[in-house]
């Protein structure tokens, strides 16, 4: 009599009474991990630019939008569909569901990497032609193509360890494969000049593989038998979601593309430089947070998207915490962007600054927006998700057609914010159609009172001399920072925080004091 498969051991126990603590672990799990992976990968962006100068640089960005492009069309948005499908099946507490969800998925992830392998290599003459204006780089693009085949089976392992809730896993292979990327990466551009760019893009694309699979193979128990009809069954809702992301992606991907072409039109291509500066560093401290909110959040929420009392508590809980982690570095971005400008760039990109806050603005719409867009995606709601990124794209593409000749580069931002904006009040009112869903009392407050913080720190630099604005600026984000703090230290037990950070806090009274020997 053959034996029932366990379930897998999943990051996951009955659901607690609050989710806070969870919440905060992932966060600072992927978080971390994000940090480090930052770190490698400006040590390997410098370090290819000292080898290959500006035009390998170059070639390297071309060769990587080929292969984001081509991992978006062929791709089905199978790394974010397959965390839901995994999720659900999780939720249910069959393993044999489980299992066959998990067989599924690396059969659909291995299927569409060897067909969109065999795509790219097929017009690999063509792509150099269009992209290069020669055939060249038919041979590179063909090493790409065997990149997309590794990257799109490594996503499909990611996803399922996403699903289950392995968070720390899928921390250790971000860290691990850029790493060992690197340092395949490095010899390979040394020795090979430009000529190995794209085979040591493959290369790490290889490693990653071998990694993602090593730490995955035993995530789940191989399924007993899984049937012809249960495989299409199953890929068949995958990918029915998977198109939903995929339209998603090709959107952000397009309107990212027109609001550069708007920039470079109406001011030029050294405007559309610091239009790039002011994007990539408005992101980068939010972007840990929301990498933690897709890793860890999206998956639990997945799992229990039915419930509509369950889903709105995980919901507020999570709002709350990217909220309380999120002000404080938007407020301190906002007051110090000369500073931040000149550490990541330098002097030339000056005039990004005042783009720059306009950004942090946005994000802080994005964080708020965020939660309440993945209960749409939890709850398979395709054509609401699809149409929240077409109304986004529109606004935002349409904004910045209309305020860039009236307020030059600053109208970009002012576009990326009201974009936000109105995404966060269309989601709002979608998720509270879809589920009842009502901020809780304890979020109203605290966003009262970032927007109220933000608002003044901002508002400074208009209204005061740059030397008071950027001291009440400081004033703002000691004051925010002080109130997440002793927010966040209510919101977890005390016995579960280190010893020596409960001194700490002690110390600064946000805790009591600590007894000798706890």
Request: hydrophobic content about 55%; proline content about 3%.
């Amino acid at each position: 009599m053959p034996v029932s498969p366990s379930a897998p051991d999943v990051e996951q126990a009955p659901v607690p009474k609050s989710t806070y603590g969870q919440i905060l672990r992932s966060t600072a799990l992927v978080g971390g991990s994000s940090v480090v992976n930052l770190a490698i990968g400006i040590l390997r962006a410098k370090t290819m630019a000292l080898i290959l100068g500006k035009s390998g640089v170059g070639l390297n960005g071309l060769y990587g939008s080929i292969s984001n492009l081509a991992e978006a069309l062929v791709g089905m948005g199978i790394n974010s569909s397959g965390v839901r499908q995994i999720a659900e099946a999780v939720g249910t507490g069959d393993a044999t569901r489980i299992a066959k969800a998990a067989a599924v998925l690396r059969r659909v992830s291995l299927g569409l990497g060897v067909g969109g392998a065999l795509l790219l290599a097929a017009f690999s003459r063509q792509i150099s032609i269009l992209t290069f204006e020669n055939d060249g780089q038919t041979l590179a693009v063909c090493f790409l193509a065997l990149g997309l085949l590794f990257r799109l089976i490594s996503a499909g392992q990611g996803a399922l360890l996403q699903g289950i809730r392995r968070i720390s896993d899928v921390a250790k292979i971000g860290v691990l494969s850029a790493f060992f990327g690197t340092v395949i990466t490095i010899p390979l551009v040394y020795f090979l000049k430009e000529r190995g760019v794209a085979l040591s893009l493959a290369a790490s694309s290889g490693v990653a593989l071998l990694i993602s699979w090593w730490i995955s193979r035993n995530a789940v128990p191989a399924a007993t038998a899984v049937s012809v009809a249960e495989v299409r069954h199953e890929a068949l809702d995958l990918l029915k979601l998977g198109t939903a992301f995929m339209a998603s992606a090709l959107l952000m991907m397009g309107g990212a593309y027109v609001i550069r072409a708007i920039v470079f039109k109406q001011l030029g291509l050294e405007a559309t430089g610091l239009y790039q500066a002011a994007w990539s560093l408005g992101g980068l401290y939010t972007n840990f947070i929301l990498q933690a909110m897709g890793s860890d959040f999206y998956p639990r929420l997945s799992a229990v998207a039915s419930d509509d009392g369950e889903c709105n508590r995980l919901v507020n809980e999570q709002a709350k915490v990217s909220l309380l982690l999120a002000g404080t570095g938007i407020i301190a971005t906002i007051s110090f962007a000369p500073i931040v400008v000149n550490l990541f760039y330098d002097s030339g990109f000056s005039s990004a600054v005042s783009l720059l806050r306009w950004i942090c603005l946005g994000t802080a719409m994005q964080v708020i927006s965020w939660p309440l867009g993945i209960v749409v995606v939890a709850r398979n709601a395709k054509a609401l998700f699809l149409w929240g990124d077409s109304l986004w794209t529109l606004v935002h593409i349409g904004l910045a057609w209309f305020l860039m000749p009236i307020y030059g580069l600053d109208g970009a931002g002012m576009a990326f914010f009201g974009a936000y904006l109105f995404h966060a009040v269309f989601n709002y009112i979608v998720v509270a159609r879809l589920s009842g869903f009502r901020w809780t009392a304890g979020n109203l407050e605290a966003g009262a009172i970032y927007l109220a913080l933000i608002s003044v720190a901002f508002g400074g630099f208009f209204l005061l001399p740059f030397v008071w604005a950027v001291s009440l600026g400081l004033g703002m984000a000691l004051l925010s920072g002080a109130y997440s703090l002793r927010a966040l230290v209510t919101l977890v037990s005390p016995a579960s925080i280190p010893v020596s950070l409960r001194r700490l806090l002690a110390g600064m009274g946000l805790l009591p004091s600590v007894v000798p020997g706890t």
